[in-house]
């Protein structure tokens, strides 16, 4: 995960206290840190399929534009942020001595962990059509190049998308128990 993009930090007081037992009482903390952070990435991938925050919260929807386009691509319009399930297979972690991070090194993590705007340059496209051979009307639907008879220049402005927050990085209040039962279980072993 070097150069990870996204990085949250549990600071609490009884997480600090669990972990400084487990760092007195046992001698090589790292295969506990390691449990505990597939322990995480199960969780993280949960709410990829539940389409919830770590707090419980739901994602908010597709935009209109973005669910007409997956619907007609033939694709779930309720499965959010797994098109291709790249991010959410992306999810691994990482545990040395004394901490364990979990997180993708995916580009645009970030803008989905925390939302934010997307600016889109201007540029210069081509668009296909069917002209009907009869009437030479050119129709109002776009083709695939190869089925075109007809084509137009188009210019396309600037414009800026607003991707709204979807976390799905974090502990949920669920998680604790299995955790916590993990550094017991390597402080009870050693």
């Known amino acids: 995960m070097a150069g990870s993009l996204v990085e949250l930090t549990v600071n609490d007081a009884e997480v600090r206290e669990l972990f400084s037992r487990l760092a ?14 597939e322990i995480i990435v199960e969780s993280v991938q949960r709410n990829f399929e539940q389409h919830r925050a770590p707090v419980g919260a739901a ?6 534009t973005y669910a007409k386009w997956k619907e007609k691509k033939g ?6 942020l797994i098109l291709r399930r790249a991010l959410m297979g ?9 901490k364990v991070r979990v997180g993708t090194n995916r580009v645009y993590a970030r803008i989905h962990q925390f939302g934010g ?9 081509t668009v ?19 089925k075109s008879n ?13 991707m709204p927050a ?24 050693r």
Not at 128 to 146: H, L, M, Q
Not at 170 to 182: E, H, K, L, T, Y
């Open 117 to 125: 705007q997307i600016s889109v340059g201007a540029r210069s496209s």
């Open 90 to 98: 992306s999810i691994n972690r990482q545990a040395d001595d004394d």
């Open 24 to 37: 007195s009482r046992c001698a090589n903390p790292r295969p506990a840190l390691a449990e505990i952070g």
């Open 166 to 189: 979807r976390p799905y990085l974090g502990v949920r209040d669920s998680d604790w128990p299995r955790i916590a039962a993990a550094v017991q279980k390597y402080i009870v072993a």
């Open 75 to 80: 694709r779930n319009v309720s499965d959010i």
């Open 150 to 162: 007809f084509a137009q220049a188009v210019e396309i402005g600037a414009h800026v998308i607003n």
């Open 59 to 64: 994602w908010k929807p597709l935009s209109a």
């Open 128 to 146: 296909y059509f069917r002209r009907d051979k009869r009437t030479g009307e050119v129709g109002t639907k776009f083709v695939k190049k190869g």
